[in-house]
């Protein structure tokens, strides 16, 4: 029996069993059994199925495209494994992003290395790395790929502020005014720095990208910044400056709780794209080749975490907290972003409880709370809770706070589970730890 959002909100590619939760043909509650608590599970497949549907679409709609995985969303080496053997490249912003990726097998040719700051070492890192394609945000970045281009040439985007306002929580929101990321097409300074790009001999200015912000629900943000993007093409065509590349950065939302509406990949995919193609055609200018970086909507749905309750404590006429293993050191979107997120019982997943919870977090912080008042069958200690959508930004956000073991990650795949990610010993978080012996060689 399969039975897929079946009103208590179950997203994704989940079922349900006699009662018990199925991800990637396994039983929740038996790889809780297994692995131990807290636990990141991430059904491969699902994340396969949707990278392939978005270059099905794009192949459709507009062949002339790249997509990269956005390595925040879920950075460990398997993804770009799983992903790069599908076609797609990745959106690095860090050394360390771009470590993986290149260990994990992604392909040099379609990494695009973003950042606001990319540190001298990064840059000098990633050239000899074999980078080609640096989506630049300073002017200090233009001279710093200057320095060290060495032979090559570094092909350059130069990302932009097209100033949409996008309905998404102010944190996750980047094309503000006022925001960090970007320079300016309003006030002249976008174009000033692409201009600028000719007079350094080892740089190549190939487009331009923009990030309008994350967890985007509304189709038409997405095509005001096309609207924008396409706009400033004509302006820079108009100086004598062609436009190769167009990169319009990821976003599309993904269902959190049973009232999150969002479009499928697919179809938020295909919306842009034949937007994308109209825009240029209104325009006469000529087809940029397209770049996408969805993170969230690939990895999101296709993790879950799995916990297990410990402390049950009601406080009289207020409310009951059911304490898990887990908190905001694997999870701090909900202390962040007032993140909201649909949890279910292992082994009672379609079962409509009456209890009303608040799911408690182990660390040492009143405000680490994952679920407040969700509806629930009665818990027990040791009972399996899974939280979902919990792929992205989850693995990649978690800390040792409180010195807490990040949790491990498991992938499952027809009925099959190994790990992605390996546990994390009391002997790893401490590795790096030293008692500084002052009468060793310390010469300031
Ligand atoms: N491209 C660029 C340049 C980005 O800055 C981002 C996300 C993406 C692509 C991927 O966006 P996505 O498809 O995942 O929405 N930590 C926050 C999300 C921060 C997103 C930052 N940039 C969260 O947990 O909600």
């Not at 019982?345 to 182990?362: E, L, N, R, W």
Request: charged fraction near 25%; proline fraction near 3%.
């Amino acid at each position: 029996m399969k039975t897929k959002s079946d009103g208590i909100g179950l997203f994704g590619d989940l079922s349900v069993k006699d009662h018990r939760l199925i991800v990637g043909g396994c039983d929740a509650a038996g790889l809780a059994e297994k692995y131990g608590t807290p636990l990141y599970v991430f059904d491969v497949e699902r994340a396969e199925k949707t990278a392939a549907a978005y270059l099905n679409v794009l192949k459709k709609e507009y062949p002339d495209s790249t997509v990269c995985f956005a390595s925040k969303a879920f950075c460990c080496k398997a993804i770009y494994k799983i992903l790069s053997k599908i076609g797609l490249g990745a959106d690095v912003v860090s050394g360390g992003e771009l470590y993986t990726a290149i260990e994990g097998g992604a392909d040099l040719e379609k990494i695009y290395f973003h950042g606001n700051n990319k540190t001298e070492r990064e840059i000098e890192y990633a050239l000899s790395a074999g980078v080609k394609n640096f989506v630049v945000d300073s002017e200090r970045e233009l001279r710093l790929l200057q320095k060290y281009a060495g032979n090559c040439k570094a092909n350059v985007l130069v990302r932009v502020n097209p100033g949409v306002e996008a309905h998404t929580h102010r944190f996750i929101q980047t094309t503000a005014p006022d925001s960090k990321f970007g320079f300016s097409i309003a006030d002249g300074t976008a174009e000033d720095i692409i201009k600028s790009i000719s007079s350094y001999d080892k740089l190549h200015f190939v487009g331009i990208a923009c990030h309008i912000g994350s967890q985007i629900f509304e189709p038409q943000s997405f095509e005001i910044a096309i609207d924008k993007m396409t706009d400033f093409i004509v302006k820079l065509n108009k100086s004598g400056i062609e436009v190769e590349r167009l990169d319009l950065g990821g976003g599309f939302g993904v269902h959190y709780i049973a009232g999150d509406k969002p479009l499928t990949p697919e179809a938020y995919m295909k919306n842009s794209a034949v937007y994308l193609k109209k825009a240029v055609a209104a325009r006469g200018i000529k087809s940029p080749h397209l770049i996408v970086e969805p993170g969230r909507s690939i990895v999101g749905e296709a993790g879950i975490t799995l916990y297990s309750v410990g402390a049950i404590k009601t406080i009289k006429n207020l409310k009951t907290y059911a304490a898990v293993d887990g908190g905001m050191f694997e999870n701090p979107r909900v202390s962040l972003y007032d993140a909201e997120y649909t949890a279910v019982i292992a082994d009672k997943a379609d079962i409509k409880g009456d209890k009303v919870y608040s799911i408690a977090g182990k660390c040492c912080e009143s405000g680490d709370i994952l679920i407040d008042n969700i509806v629930l069958p009665e818990l027990k200690e040791n009972d399996v809770l899974a939280v979902l959508t919990t792929g992205a930004y989850h693995y990649s956000m978690a800390s040792n706070y409180n010195r807490n073991a990040v949790p491990p990650v498991i992938a499952v795949k027809n009925g099959r589970s190994a790990y992605m990610v390996k546990p994390q010993t009391y002997e790893d978080i401490a590795r790096n730890d030293v008692i500084p012996d002052f009468s060793e060689d310390f010469k300031c």
